[in-house]
């Protein structure tokens, strides 16, 4: 399968539809087309509105038993097929296939199971008014239709986590992945028609941003938006849908800062701070990519960190030693590159990577998006490699003196996703960590997840949460019914 080169089809009202014209999908690590992905448009968006707007009475009076069996079977039919879906999501974008298999495909399969059970053990509030002898209890409703947008860096992964709640809640869904990795979609696609999921309940429509995209934001009968993406994107559908009164959740970009104190035992914090920095090639919204060293520990901190970055290999996705494997397109890789040269004008040290060691691949990956782990030093925090989402495996690592200045140049960035704080002192770690203008701190740690605390971004970062209670709430309305009984 690898070689073939697949045409993808759109999922409308549980069929599987083709398209005039078709969009070429590369797989990073050869440079080669392997897909053919539809190149579709408003009028792809309208049918599958349809289908979903025609579906979504029925499905939404099911009993959210009956809704949460469909989503546990969704999720043992993907689990079914894990090593498929892996070595695809691997294919599609890039990353190692140990990393898609551990990762990224089973959080898929419990996005699934994890909002199956939310949705039937959620709760809602009740009240007493005891001098008027009445009670009020709330409910909730779906909204309809659930417009789905997800990005490229953890294709399956984050296209269930909005999914799986909005289905569990009783929307109906029109979904767009990304024309870059959309071959994943497919497969649940597919999964979907083995488990009889209802016609229309679940609809997706590949294709560009400007064209799917933007009709599915712009379409009157789809009254709420959950978008994880570029920051620029979002503010352009923040402006579209405004004027329709859409609900909203945006996740967004980040530059996440991570605070290194001196209290640390090097040894033990390195690695972990490596794997923040160059996890998935550095291709996470939540990956620290400018880190603050108090300067007592910086040097130290530099040699260990470049040392432990450099042995990271860079390889084919299919070798389970790859530690990296390549970056989503060459375009993307132009833009992380081009980040690096900026540096270097800037006046800073390349340490490792990117210009300054060699890369050895295999030649049937020799056109592939490949980029080493690139450790860079020397620039101030106006640099826009410290400022701008670089979004690759660059980290730029800079000195601080005390912990206030450590604060406030970590909060001053337009972003404010998540951060970390390396630090013994309880006391000092969980004062740093709330004042951190961040929707996500961790304190000596990083991607700990539990899915049901609050998810999302300050600032530029978006707008919204996501969790189990979130998300119930952002898909549904809620309603409150007061009842006199005496």
């Known amino acids: 399968m690898a070689d073939e080169v697949l045409v993808l089809k759109n999922y409308i009202d549980g069929q599987f539809v083709g398209v005039p014209s078709y969009i070429d999908s590369f797989n990073p690590s050869t440079g080669k087309v392997h897909l053919k992905v539809p190149d579709s448009q408003a009028e792809d968006v309208d049918r599958a509105v349809a289908a979903a707007s025609a579906a979504f009475p029925k ?4 009993t959210k038993q009956q809704r949460a069996d469909y989503l546990y079977a969704i999720a043992a039919g993907i689990e079914k097929r894990l090593d ?13 296939v140990w990393l898609a298999r551990s990762v990224d495909i089973p959080r898929a399969i419990y996005n699934f199971r994890f909002f199956a059970g939310a949705i039937l053990y959620h709760t ?44 569990a809640t009783g929307n109906t869904v029109v979904a767009k992945p990304s024309e870059m990795t959309s071959l994943t979609a497919y497969l649940m696609c597919q999964v979907f028609e083995e488990v009889k999921l209802p ?9 560009l941003g400007p064209s799917v995209g933007s009709a599915i934001v712009a379409h009157p009968r789809v009254p709420l938006i959950s978008f994880t993406g570029g920051t620029v994107t979002g503010r352009r559908i923040s402006e579209a849908s405004a004027p329709l009164q859409k609900r909203l959740s945006l996740e967004l970009g980040g530059k996440n800062p991570c605070l290194i104190f001196d209290d640390v035992d090097l040894a033990k914090v390195v690695p972990e701070i490596v794997r923040a920095s160059f996890t998935n090639q550095g291709e996470i919204c939540l990956c620290s990519s400018r880190i603050y060293v108090q300067r007592g520990v910086f040097e130290a901190f530099v040699d260990q960190f470049v040392a432990q970055a450099r042995q990271l290999k860079v390889g084919p ?15 993307h890789l132009a833009k992380v590159q081009s980040y690096v040269d900026v540096a270097i ?15 050895v691949l295999p030649a049937e990956h020799a056109e592939g998006y490949f980029m080493a782990p690139t450790v860079i030093t020397g620039l101030g925090d106006a640099s826009r490699c410290v400022r701008e989402e670089i979004f690759g495996p660059v980290v730029v690592v800079l000195p601080f003196d005390t912990e206030d200045e450590a604060v406030a140049r970590a909060n001053d960035n337009e972003y404010g996703l998540s951060a970390c704080v390396w630090c013994t002192d309880g006391s000092r770690a969980q004062r740093v960590a709330n004042q951190l203008l961040v929707g996500t701190v961790w304190v000596n740690c990083w991607m700990l997840r539990d899915l049901n605390m609050p998810f999302g971004g300050m600032k530029a970062s978006g707008t919204g949460r996501e969790s189990a209670t979130d998300s119930i709430e952002f898909y549904t309305e809620a309603r409150t019914i007061c009842t006199k009984i005496a």
Do not use: H, M
């Open 124 to 167: 809602e509030k009740s009240s007493f008014l005891e001098a008027a002898q009445a009670v009020n209890y709330t409910t909730r409703t779906p909204l309809g239709v659930a417009g789905l947008i997800t990005p490229w860096n953890l294709p399956l992964y984050l296209l269930t986590w909005k999914v799986a709640p909005a289905l």
């Open 199 to 207: 016609a229309g309940v679940c609809n997706i429509v590949f294709g």
């Open 345 to 359: 004008a800037e006046g800073g040290t390349v340490r490792c990577g990117y210009t300054v060691d060699p890369l």
């Open 317 to 331: 996705p299919s070798q389970s030693d790859s530690k990296l494997g390549a970056l989503v397109s060459r375009e």
């Open 59 to 62: 499905w939404s009076r099911l």
């Open 84 to 96: 498929e879906f892996a070595e695809a999501e691997s294919r599609d974008q890039g990353k190692p």
